[in-house]
């Protein structure tokens, strides 16, 4: 059996989905403030009830460190990182290994080549990651081989392997996808959502990346959580034991955070953070209903992760 590319924690309990943070949506924080540091970061989103984080290390010392730290408070690791061959990978898997991360997101550039190029790409990424034991997932991102709706869905049909670390805010603005989405649009989205297992949780009006949202009651808030839904129904109908569906609440500083003429963000993004964090547990909830109950345990040679 082939190497199945999915988080999963080894243990016999339902599918579940982990709340986290990454390094770089928690840089600059608090607003106004003496900026947190890497143990204060840790443990504000400890006690927020997240029980993940998503690293970005260079160095063994820097990895050493953080994971020891994440270990302390019990937070699930994932790796991310950029990368345009798939040789440039190779120190990432090792830095993911050492750190005992349980899986690599990778933001690969080239926004402007053809989807027979893309799809040969990283189907050279899949052999090497997965056989170095890690699930691998590829960012949605701006600028990258998943700049644009089409060209994704092109890249599926021509690597049904492919699975994704879903950030949809990036085709929101990319597209300008103000309003209500079209059902080409839904068409397209569910194509690439039922392909995530993993999640970032960042909201787009179509016209900045990300926006405040309030209390979360408003259309673009509700559209998101919809296809949230989607995506998560999707991945529970197909989960098993043990595994686990990554959702990051990943909200950056300017130029992605809004500010005003004094250089002051005008979004509070921790309180943001929390927001989203509550609008994923609901998309959760909502998505239950319509998923089949896993009715095995992975198999033997399943990928498991060390967390």
Same mark, same amino acid.
């Given at each position: 059996?082939?190497?199945?590319?999915?988080?999963?924690?080894?243990?016999?309990?339902?599918?579940?989905?982990?709340?986290?943070?990454?390094?770089?949506?928690?840089?600059?924080?608090?607003?106004?403030?003496?900026?947190?540091?890497?143990?204060?970061?840790?443990?504000?989103?400890?006690?927020?009830?997240?029980?993940?984080?998503?690293?970005?290390? /260079?160095?063994?010392?820097?990895?050493?460190?953080?994971?020891?730290?994440?270990?302390?408070?019990?937070?699930?690791?994932?790796?991310?990182?950029?990368?345009?061959?798939?040789?440039?990978?190779?120190?990432?898997?090792?830095?993911?290994?050492?750190?005992?991360?349980?899986?690599?997101?990778? /933001?690969?550039?080239?926004?402007?080549?053809?989807?027979?190029?893309?799809?040969?790409?990283?189907?050279?990424?899949?052999?090497?990651?997965?056989?170095?034991?890690?699930?691998?997932?590829?960012?949605?991102?701006?600028?990258?081989?998943?700049?644009?709706?089409?060209?994704?869905?092109?890249?599926?049909?021509?690597?049904?392997?492919?699975?994704?670390?879903?950030?949809?805010?990036?085709?929101?603005?990319?597209?300008?996808?103000?309003?209500?989405?079209?059902?080409?649009?839904?068409?397209? *989205?569910?194509?690439?959502?039922?392909?995530?297992?993993?999640?970032?949780?960042?909201?787009? *009006?179509?016209?900045?990346?990300?926006?405040?949202?309030?209390?979360?009651?408003?259309?673009?808030?509700?559209? *998101?959580?919809?296809?949230?839904?989607?995506?998560?129904?999707?991945?529970?109908?197909?989960?098993?034991?043990?595994?686990?569906?990554?959702?990051?609440?990943?909200?950056?500083?300017?130029?992605?955070?809004?500010?005003?003429?004094?250089?002051?963000?005008?979004?509070?993004?921790?309180?943001?953070?929390?927001?989203?964090?509550?609008?994923?547990?609901?998309?959760?909830?909502?998505?239950?209903?319509?998923?089949?109950?896993?009715?095995?345990?992975?198999?033997?040679?399943?990928?498991?992760?060390?967390?």
């Amino acid at each position: 059996m082939g190497f199945r590319n999915q988080v999963n924690d080894g243990t016999s309990n339902p599918p579940r989905l982990r709340l986290q943070q990454n390094a770089w949506g928690l840089s600059q924080l608090p607003r106004g403030g003496i900026e947190w540091s890497t143990p204060e970061r840790l443990d504000k989103i400890a006690a927020a009830g997240f029980t993940g984080f998503e690293a970005a290390c /260079q160095i063994p010392q820097e990895a050493d460190e953080l994971a020891g730290m994440l270990r302390d408070r019990n937070l699930g690791i994932g790796f991310s990182t950029t990368a345009t061959e798939a040789d440039d990978l190779l120190p990432y898997i090792e830095l993911a290994h050492r750190m005992r991360a349980d899986y690599l997101t990778v /933001q690969v550039p080239g926004s402007l080549m053809a989807s027979p190029q893309i799809a040969d790409l990283l189907e050279e990424m899949y052999e090497l990651v997965n056989d170095a034991g890690l699930p691998l997932f590829i960012e949605t991102h701006r600028g990258t081989v998943t700049q644009d709706l089409r060209r994704t869905v092109k890249v599926i049909n021509r690597f049904k392997k492919v699975r994704f670390t879903g950030d949809f805010s990036h085709y929101v603005v990319a597209g300008e996808l103000g309003g209500a989405w079209s059902d080409d649009v839904w068409d397209h *989205f569910q194509q690439i959502a039922r392909r995530c297992g993993n999640w970032r949780g960042r909201i787009s *009006f179509g016209e900045q990346i990300q926006n405040d949202i309030g209390d979360g009651a408003g259309e673009p808030a509700r559209q *998101f959580k919809k296809l949230w839904t989607m995506g998560f129904s999707a991945w529970l109908a197909k989960a098993r034991a043990g595994d686990v569906l990554p959702f990051g609440c990943q909200l950056g500083f300017a130029p992605y955070s809004l500010t005003d003429l004094s250089g002051r963000e005008i979004s509070d993004r921790w309180e943001q953070c929390l927001v989203i964090k509550r609008l994923a547990e609901e998309a959760w909830a909502d998505a239950q209903p319509a998923a089949e109950e896993p009715t095995e345990p992975p198999p033997a040679d399943s990928n498991v992760s060390l967390r």
